[in-house]
């Protein structure tokens, strides 16, 4: 076999133009990657939001919103009382809202229940004089910005918040009979946040005269927190005796009770 003879000239041509070709097909692919995207955000009405949702283990809220701390302080209802500062502030985050409502069942909404409870805690809050912040205070509103699980942390983080709480609704559709409220800190959590759980834990089983054992989870809202932070599963909304209790505006008020006497004791207990 006879071997052609190198050729340096004929080398450095070929390739000069092995490199023109990779830079052309990179303009046209990165020209491409713009229009696509482009594209997309136009066919979704100029969504943030467009690869879809995030998925954070057991309960998962739309991700991608734009943040915007300018109206996270809440304005109370006209016939709330607002003592006179005690110095601490309480961040309340209703699970879910908006377009995202969380689990439903049987037509009853969790974004729903856990509003509810929530703006029931805000007033004994501010009646008493705690600051509040809300993640959100409405779920009919297409302005809210705050739905994303890394707003909510990052509006608590920024905002001096001395303890953060998150109300949600539970689910097990595999067992329906399983029911009961739970509170979880972070796995790994620090030794205030423990002391916070078991306080609130305490209070709310008082109040609602049942059981409220406290777990440790991989919640991102409970670990991605600077401050002591927890997270209510109210009880069960596929559970029909749990449902019920829900749609019920007195033992929301007692839901709601237990909660801020869990954090008034926490406070004057571990913080004053």
Known sequence: MVRKKYNSAYAR????????????????????????????????????????????GDYSQISGSSINFSSSSVEQSSDTQVAASNGYTICVDPGHGFDDPGTSYDGVLESEINLAVALKLRDLLVQNGFEVIMTHETNSSPDISLLSLDSRCQLANSSDVDLYISLHCNSYEDDESVSGIRLYHYTHASEASIQYAETVAAAIASELDATCPVFGENYQVTREVSMPSILVEMGFITNEGDRTLFQDEAWQEKMAAGAFNGIKSYCETYIG
């Open 13 to 56: 041509k070929a390739l000069k133009l092995r490199r023109r070709r990779r830079a052309r097909l990179f303009m046209f692919g990165s020209l491409f990657s713009v229009i696509l995207v482009m594209i997309m955000t136009f066919a979704l009405g100029g969504s943030d939001n467009i690869f879809g949702e995030r998925n954070f």
